[in-house]
Nanobody
Framework: QVQLVESGGGLVQAGGSLRLSCAAS????????MAWYRQGPGTQRELVAS???????DYVTSVKGRFTISRDNAKNTVYLQMNSLKPEDTAVYYC???????????????WGQGTQVTVSS
C-alpha cells in the first residue's frame, strides 16, 4: 500500500524558517508530480508549490521568493523549505503526489495526513 508521510511542521515566529518533508513508501513503480497544498482556518485548500520528476517547479504567487520545493527521486521524498514565514502562512500543509504503484499498475493521486504549521506574530 502506498503512503505519504509528512514531517517537519511546528510553531515558529514570524520571519523564521521551517522545512517540511514528505516521504512516499510502499510498492512504488514511479512518482510523477509531487506537490504541497495548504489549508488555513476557514479557507479552501490551495496549491502552494509543485515539482515535476525532472525538477520543473511552480509556486503560488504569495510564496514566491520565500518557499523552495525540491525532491529526491532516489528517496521518493519531496521537501518544502519555508523562509521568511508570515502569520498568514499558518495552515495545515498537505503533501500530494501522482504515484504508480506495483499493485494498482496505474497512476493514482495520493495525499498525506497533513502537518500543522503555525506562525506567530
Amino acid at each position: 500500500q502506498v503512503q505519504l508521510v509528512e514531517s517537519g511542521g511546528g510553531l515558529v515566529q514570524a520571519g523564521g524558517s521551517l522545512r517540511l518533508s514528505c516521504a512516499a513508501s510502499g510498492s512504488i513503480l514511479s512518482i510523477g508530480i509531487m506537490a504541497w497544498y495548504r489549508q488555513g482556518p476557514g479557507t479552501q485548500r490551495e496549491l502552494v508549490a509543485s515539482i515535476s520528476r525532472r525538477g520543473v517547479t511552480d509556486y503560488v504567487t504569495s510564496v514566491k521568493g520565500r518557499f523552495t520545493i525540491s525532491r529526491d527521486n532516489a528517496k521518493n521524498t519531496v521537501y518544502l523549505q519555508m523562509n521568511s514565514l508570515k502569520p498568514e502562512d499558518t495552515a495545515v500543509y498537505y503533501c500530494n503526489a501522482d504515484i504508480t504503484g506495483v499493485l494498482a499498475e496505474r497512476l493514482l493521486n495520493y495525499w498525506g495526513q497533513g502537518t500543522q504549521v503555525t506562525v506567530s506574530s
